[in-house]
C-alpha cells in the first residue's frame, strides 16, 4: 500500500501555479459550471471581513470565477455576520437555515447546512480564521476539478505557519500538519487507510468539492467533517476521485490543547464508525446508519485555586444524513 499511497502523490499532486486563473475561467465557462465559495465562522469578527473581500474583489469583481461567497454564521456572539455582510458576502445563520431540521454547533453543520441554501455545482471550502493566505487558494482548489470530470475532491496542502507566544504566526514554517493532524489524523490514515497516506494534511480546513458528492455523503456537524468527506470518498470511488493542491503558506488562529482534545476525540470517533462499516460491507449504506445524536464525553481536567477537577465536554457525535435524501424528503 505504500507504494499506492507514494504513486498517488506522485500522479494526483499540482501547485496552484499550475493552474491560471484565464485558464480556470475559460474552463468554467465552456463547461456552464457554477461556483460557489462556502466560508464557515464562528466568533472570526477580527478576520473574516478580509477574506471574504479578497475574494470578492479577485474572483468575482475582477474576474467572473466565483458566483455565489457565502459566509455561514455557526452562534456567532461577536460581529462576525455584519462584518462579512460588509465585505460582500451572503450570510446565513446556520440555526435559522431549515430550522425545522434542528440545529447543532459545529463546523461540519455549517457547511452541510450550505448546502442547503447554495447553488454552485463546485463548492469551495475557506476557514474564515485564515491570515496568511491569498486568493490562489481558491483558483488551486478549482484546478484539478475544472480539468478532470474524474475528481471529486480536491485538498489542499501547505507550508504551515506556527504561531508565536502573542498569537502572531511568527515562528517560521512547519511542512507538517497541526497537532492533531501529526498525532491522531495521520497515523490513523496510515494504520486503516494506508492508501490514503500522501494525503499531506487530510484535515485542511482550504478543500473543494463536487456538489453531487457532498449531498451523496453523510456529514459529521463537528471537526471531523474533512476526514469523513476524505474517507468516504475513496471509500466509494476510489483514491483516483480525490486531488491534492500545494497552496503555499497558510497562517490562522491555533487552539487550545484542551479543545484540540474535543477534536481529536471526534476524529476517532468518525474513523471508528467507517472502519466498523467498512468491515460489514456497508461502504454504501453506511451513511443511513449513523445518524442518531450520540451521548459521548471526553472526560478533561483542569486545576482551580490549586485542586484538581473535573471537566467533562461533550463530543460530538451527530451525523447528517446525505443533504440528497432530505431534498427528496421535503419534495415529497
Known sequence: MRNDAEAWFSQRTSHWRDWPLRQLVNRKQSQDTRISVVIPARNEERTVGGVVSAVRDALMAEAALVD???VMDSDSTDATAEVAGRAGATVYR???????LGAYPGKGEALWKSLLVTSGDILVFLDADLTRWGTHFVTGLLGPLLADGEVRLVKGCYERLRA???GDNADGPGAGGGRVTELVARPLLNLWWPDLAGVAQPLAGEWAARRDLMESLAVPVGYGVEL???????????????????????AHRHQSDADLGIMAAELLLVAERRRFAGARGLVRGYAHETTEPGTTELLQFVREDGELRRRPRAVPAVERPPARSVR????R
Open 164 to 166: 508565536g507566544a502573542g
Open 68 to 70: 455565489e461567497l457565502v
Open 328 to 331: 427528496a424528503a421535503a419534495a
Open 94 to 100: 446556520c440555526r435559522e437555515v431549515e430550522p425545522g
Open 228 to 250: 469523513a468527506v476524505l474517507v468516504d470518498t475513496v471509500a466509494r470511488f476510489g483514491a483516483g476521485a480525490v486531488a491534492q493542491v500545494d497552496l503555499g503558506e497558510r
